[in-house]
C-alpha cells in the first residue's frame, strides 16, 4: 500500500471565517457608526434650530418648501424642522441610552465581583437581589420611581440604568468565581499579591470581553426603555426632543402628517436591529463555547 503524503492534506478550517462579518453586520456597524456621528455633529449638522416654530408651515410633508427653507422630512404640528428635531433626538436618545449601559455596567459588575470575592452571606444577599430584580419588570419599576420623585434628568438617567445590571452581576460573578479558582490566580496570590492587583490587573481584563459584548446586547432594551417613557410623556420633557417623545407626539397625527411619528419610529427600530445584531456577532466572536467560534 502506498504511503500517505499527510503534509499535502488541507489544513483544518479554522475560526477566522467564520468571525468575518457578514455584509449585514457590515452594514449595521455602518449605520451605528453614522448614528453616532450625528449625536456628536447634531449641532453642525441640523438645518434649523430645532425649536425654531413657524404655523403658517405646519404638518407641511416631506420635501416641501417653507420660508425659502426645504424641509427635507416635513414638519409638525408646530411647524418645527422634523429633520433638525430628528437629528437632536439622536444625540439626546444615545447620551442617555449610553449613560445608562455604562452605569447598569458598572454597578453590576462591582457588585458581581464583590459576590464572589466574598462569597458567603454576601453573596446570597446580592444574588437575592438580583432575583428581585429580576422579577420586577423594569418599566413598571421607572414608572413606580417617577411617579414619586418626579422627573429629571439625572433620575431618568439613574432609572433607565437599572434595565439589566442584574445580568452584569450573575455574568462577572459567574466568570470571576471561574477565574479565581484557576492556577494563574492561584500563583499570583501565593507570591503575595494584594486582592485589588489580582482584580484589576488579572481578572477584570480576562473578563472584559464577555462584559463588552453583554453591554452591546443590553443597549438596545435601554434605548427602548428610554423611548418607551418617553413615549409616555415621563422622560425628556419639551421644549427638548428624544426619538420617544417625537413618537409620542406623532402618535395623534398618523392620518394626515404620518411623517412626524414614522420617520422617529424607524430611526428606533434600525438603531435596535443594528445593535443587536452587531452584538450578536461580538458574542459569537468571542464567547468560546460558541459554535461559530
Not at 483544518?12 to 456597524?29: E, Y
Not at 422627573?151 to 445580568?167: A, T
Not at 438603531?271 to 450578536?280: A, K, N
Amino acid at each position: 500500500m502506498a504511503a500517505v503524503d499527510l503534509s499535502a492534506a488541507p489544513a483544518p478550517a479554522t475560526c477566522a471565517s467564520g468571525n468575518r462579518m457578514s455584509p449585514v453586520v457590515k452594514l449595521s456597524a455602518g449605520f451605528l457608526l453614522a448614528v453616532v456621528l450625528v449625536a456628536l455633529l447634531a449641532d453642525w449638522l441640523a438645518p434649523l434650530p430645532y425649536t425654531a416654530q413657524n404655523l403658517a408651515a405646519r404638518l407641511k410633508p416631506p420635501l416641501t418648501e417653507a420660508g425659502g427653507t426645504t424641509h427635507w422630512l416635513g414638519t409638525d404640528q408646530l411647524g418645527r424642522d422634523i429633520l433638525s428635531r430628528m437629528i437632536f433626538a439622536v444625540r439626546t436618545s444615545i447620551l442617555i441610552a449610553v449613560m445608562g449601559t455604562l452605569i447598569g455596567a458598572v454597578f453590576g459588575t462591582l457588585l458581581g465581583f464583590i459576590a464572589a470575592r466574598l462569597r458567603g452571606f454576601v453573596d446570597q444577599a446580592i444574588m437575592m437581589l438580583v432575583d428581585a430584580q429580576a422579577a420586577i419588570p423594569a418599566l413598571f419599576l421607572a414608572l413606580t420611581m417617577l411617579a414619586f420623585f418626579g422627573n429629571n434628568i439625572v433620575l431618568f438617567i439613574i432609572l433607565v440604568s437599572i434595565d439589566g445590571w442584574d445580568r452584569y452581576t450573575r455574568l462577572a460573578r459567574g466568570l470571576v468565581v471561574s477565574e479565581q479558582e484557576s492556577d494563574y490566580i492561584n500563583a499570583v496570590e501565593a507570591l503575595g499579591a494584594s486582592p485589588s492587583r489580582v482584580v484589576l490587573r488579572h481578572l477584570l481584563p480576562n473578563i472584559a470581553a464577555a462584559l463588552v459584548v453583554q453591554a452591546t446586547l443590553n443597549f438596545p432594551g435601554t434605548i427602548l426603555l428610554e423611548t418607551s417613557l418617553s413615549f409616555l410623556g415621563l422622560g425628556v420633557q419639551p421644549p427638548g426632543t428624544s426619538l420617544g417623545l417625537m413618537l409620542g407626539e406623532g402618535r395623534r397625527y398618523l392620518l394626515n402628517a404620518w411623517w412626524i411619528a414614522v420617520f422617529p419610529g424607524l430611526t428606533i427600530f434600525l438603531t435596535t436591529l443594528s445593535m443587536s445584531l452587531f452584538g450578536d456577532w461580538l458574542r459569537d466572536r468571542f464567547d468560546p463555547t460558541s459554535e461559530r467560534h
